[in-house]
């Protein structure tokens, strides 16, 4: 596989280089907010407990979207956690999700699957639509709308059996037992994961022997192994090392384009060198969405050039 290259414009990035952006109205292909005015502070606003809209970006207008966020908000008892977001998910690309801990990023990639009804206190307003189908929609079946979406969380988290089952299991839950189709899976699925070669003499082995960087990549393995619509990565290298974290990143490159991904994660230069759109979240709002290339090197509102460049968060 090869490695993104780290001079193209979206991950060389400096703090003079972003320093040179002109301000936000200067800015082509913007929607303006419309809760404040420019010359106030979108995040002041927030605090103020003020409404304020995103800044979404026109080429993301031109992408056709798999996964479409529709006015979402969602409340902890009665904490509101997500404020107002909308946001089209392009076919075959990977979105990042980029903000301060805290600011709702995990909380809007659990509701895509809806694993937030989990919790009790939870109450939502809006929709989300998946190919055009609503996911909140009262006669969604959950189980079978979590078989159309992969998920890989923060620590790997494979089964204690074997590297082959692990794969498989999203097969066996269906009842499958069709041995060919089973060892065809498990064989497609480790390849797409980059993991083949490495274990195709261990299958029968515990998956909890391999490496933190491997446990992951057999997650994604398993994740895929049920023709998913859409991965959501849930800040998917945080406890792997840089070698293992640098697989992980190759990976998601070969995956987009089969897969709609949808990613999480702290390390800006991580979501530059993945993705290709990002949205920047603060207190439960987006308040900026687009090209990566574009908000990491010409943003369109201050708040996200001065989190990029570490003013903040």
Request: proline share 7%; net charge negative; charged share 20%.
């Amino acid at each position: 596989m090869t490695v993104p290259k780290t001079d193209q414009p979206a991950v060389h990035l400096t703090a003079p280089l972003l320093q040179q952006v002109s301000p936000p109205s200067a800015q082509p292909g913007a929607i303006v907010g419309l809760a404040t005015p420019a010359s106030t502070s979108k995040l002041a606003a927030i605090a103020r407990g003020e409404k304020v809209e995103t800044i979404t970006h026109a080429a993301v207008s031109r992408e056709t979207p798999v996964l479409e966020v529709l006015r979402f908000n969602l409340w902890y008892g009665a904490k509101q956690a997500l404020h107002e977001i909308s946001l089209p998910l392009p076919e075959g690309k990977v979105t990042a999700l980029i903000g301060p801990s805290g600011c709702g990023k995990s909380t809007l990639l659990r509701s895509v699957n809806r694993m937030n009804d989990l919790i009790d206190t939870v109450r939502i307003q809006g929709d989300m639509k998946l190919h055009g189908d609503s996911i909140y929609h009262p006669a969604v079946d959950v189980i079978e709308l979590r078989k159309r979406m992969g998920m890989v969380f923060q620590k790997p988290n494979p089964f204690p059996m074997s590297i082959y089952e692990n794969v498989v299991y999203p097969l066996r839950v269906d009842g499958e037992r069709d041995r060919r189709l089973l060892d065809e899976t498990a064989e497609r699925c480790l390849r797409g994961a980059a993991l083949w070669d490495e274990v195709k003499d261990r299958l029968h082995e515990s998956a909890l022997a391999l490496s933190g960087g491997q446990q992951q990549r057999v997650c994604i393995a398993r994740a895929i192994a049920g023709d998913p619509e859409v991965l959501l990565l849930d800040e998917p290298c945080s406890a792997l090392d840089p070698i293992a974290t640098n697989k992980i990143e190759e990976l998601i490159q070969e995956l987009k384009g089969a897969y709609t991904i949808l990613i999480v994660t702290h390390n800006m230069q991580q979501a530059a060198r993945t993705s290709d759109y990002t949205a920047f979240m603060y207190m439960g709002y987006v308040i900026e969405y687009g090209p990566t290339a574009d908000l990491f090197v010409n943003p369109h509102v201050k708040e996200t050039q001065d989190y990029i460049t570490g003013r903040f968060g």
